[in-house]
């Protein structure tokens, strides 16, 4: 069976169940990341979502959804050294591999 033939649920599934194993939310501080671009006006935006804090700030015009993502990493990382306490277990959950 190709990943192509396998219903979008029971990957979303699989996924999930794969994080709760490798990090489990009582010991890790999980961060989500994502880049996004609009394509109506060529802005890049950068998402970040873990349980202390929430933000979704631009990368700026001319850019990409791989700026986005660099974008939303760096302020992850930032919002983690504000945060000291936070330093304890964390993981940051990247779309892209090439960000990384």
């Known amino acids: 069976m190709k990943i192509n033939d396998t219903p979008t649920t029971a990957l979303q599934q699989l996924a999930l169940a794969t994080v709760n194993e490798r990090?489990?939310?009582?010991?890790?501080?999980?961060?989500?990341?994502?880049?996004?671009?609009?394509?109506?006006?060529?802005?890049?935006g950068a998402g970040i979502h873990p349980k202390l804090f929430s933000y979704y700030i631009?990368?700026?015009s001319n850019r990409?959804?791989?700026?986005?993502?660099?974008?939303?990493?760096?302020?992850a990382?930032?919002?983690?050294?504000?945060?000291?306490?936070?330093?304890?277990?964390?993981?940051?959950?990247?779309?892209?591999k090439a960000a990384i």
């Open 58 to 60: 631009s990368a700026g």
């Open 23 to 44: 990090y489990p939310p009582e010991e890790y501080l999980r961060i989500y990341t994502d880049g996004s671009l609009s394509k109506t006006d060529g802005k890049a």
């Open 64 to 75: 990409t959804s791989f700026d986005g993502e660099t974008t939303a990493i760096t302020k």
């Open 77 to 96: 990382l930032h919002q983690l050294i504000l945060r000291p306490t936070a330093l304890k277990k964390n993981v940051l959950l990247v779309f892209s």
